[in-house]
């Protein structure tokens, strides 16, 4: 998808702004509940406290924020950013209960924060979308403290053949799956599109060395679909 950066930006929105509205029941369908389990690995692995100052970035409809807030019994403070709209206006209904949330339209590529502001940033099945990968991981570092901790839980490579091909197989049904149950084949088609074209572990693990974050780890999530990525901002 060598796409210009006006052009991705464009698809994205148009992408979200078509399923928007069936993005949990997809997720839950598509990855057979599993995507859950994917998320409250990420939070077990952040383990915020109530003082935790948390920047959740392409928050979606705010599964992480709400995870986050669950784990210190609604003390946390998070920021959700969010460049679509409607997935924003979602997430802000799904959540109106939680008061130590606040939503901000942005991307991950300009965020409006001042320098060192917050203890964790989150990004969650975002970074895949975002249009300017070395501004947004730049970004991320800029507005974490010294001593604040980069994660990130994306799809990334199978490390088994078998499932690599299970896989494989299993992607292509999911544009069909998307038109029955949300309306549209697109967005399916670039998802599977763009999970193929996302870099494997090692690679990201140096998009994020590259940025400045040290002690760079990652953990695969079954078998390796997903992985989340860690590192810190150390000065
Ligand atoms: C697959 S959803 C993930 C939502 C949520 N984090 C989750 O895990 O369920 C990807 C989100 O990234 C957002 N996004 C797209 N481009 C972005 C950008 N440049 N900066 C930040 N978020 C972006 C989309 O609007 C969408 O809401």
Redesign the pocket.
Known sequence: MNLRYEDK?KL??K??NKVYDK?DLM?DIMSLGT?RIW?KNLVSWINPTPSSKIL?????????AKLCSNNTNNNCSITC????EK?LDEGKKKLKDLNNLKWVL????HLPFKNDAFDYYT????IR????LDK?LSEAYRVLKNGGRFFC?EFSKPQNELLKNMYKNYSKLIPTIGKFVAGSKMPYDYLIESIDKFYNQEEFSKKLIDTGFINVEHRNLTNGIAAIHTGWKIE
């Open positions: 930006s994205v929105q992408v979200f993005y997720n995507h998320k959740d970035v392409a928050s979606g409809t705010g599964d992480i950013v969010e460049p679509n997935m942005s991307s991950a590529e990004i969650s099945f975002g979308n975002v249009t300017n947004s839980l």
